[in-house]
C-alpha cells in the first residue's frame, strides 16, 4: 500500500473545485487505488496517482460512460494540440512551480487542462465526436 494519506484531500481541495466550475461532481472514489472520478454526466474524467508510481505524478484522462479510455491521440488530433507545445509548457511551468509533490502535479494538471483541453470541459467541442471517428 502507497503512504500516501493526501490524495483524497488533496483531490477535493484542488481537482474538484475546478472540475466544479465545469459541472462535474464525485461520482467514485477507490481510496485502496488512489483514483478518483468525476462526471458531468456525459463522460468522465479520471484522476490517479498510480501511473507513473513511484515517481511523483498524477495522471488523468477522459473515460467514456462505461468508464472506458477515450483515446488521448485522438483527443489531441480533435483539439490540434500540438505535442511539442505541451512540452514546453510543461519545462514553462516546471521552471516557475516547485512539482515535487501530489499536490502540485494536481495544480499542473489543472493547469494543462485549461490550456489545452478547456473546449472539452466546456462541452464546446463534445467527445462523442472523437469516439465515433474512431
Not at 54 to 64: E, H, K, M, N, T
Not at 72 to 97: A, C, D, G, R, T
Amino acid at each position: 500500500m502507497i503512504d500516501y494519506k493526501n490524495f483524497p484531500t488533496d483531490c477535493s481541495n484542488i481537482i474538484e473545485p475546478y472540475l466544479k466550475l465545469y459541472g462535474f461532481k464525485l461520482h467514485k472514489h477507490n481510496k485502496e487505488d488512489f483514483i478518483n472520478y468525476y462526471t458531468n454526466d456525459n463522460y468522465y474524467v479520471m484522476i490517479s496517482m498510480l501511473e507513473n508510481f513511484p515517481q511523483i505524478g498524477v495522471s488523468w484522462a477522459f473515460l467514456d460512460m462505461n468508464l472506458k479510455l477515450i483515446s488521448p491521440s485522438l483527443i489531441n488530433s480533435l483539439l490540434n494540440i500540438n505535442s511539442k507545445e505541451e512540452v514546453m509548457f510543461y519545462k514553462e511551468y516546471q521552471s516557475s512551480n516547485n512539482l515535487n509533490d501530489y499536490a502540485s502535479e494536481m495544480q499542473y494538471t489543472i493547469a494543462v487542462m485549461e490550456k489545452f483541453y478547456k473546449p472539452i470541459l466546456t462541452e464546446d467541442i463534445k467527445l462523442d465526436d472523437v469516439q465515433w471517428n474512431t
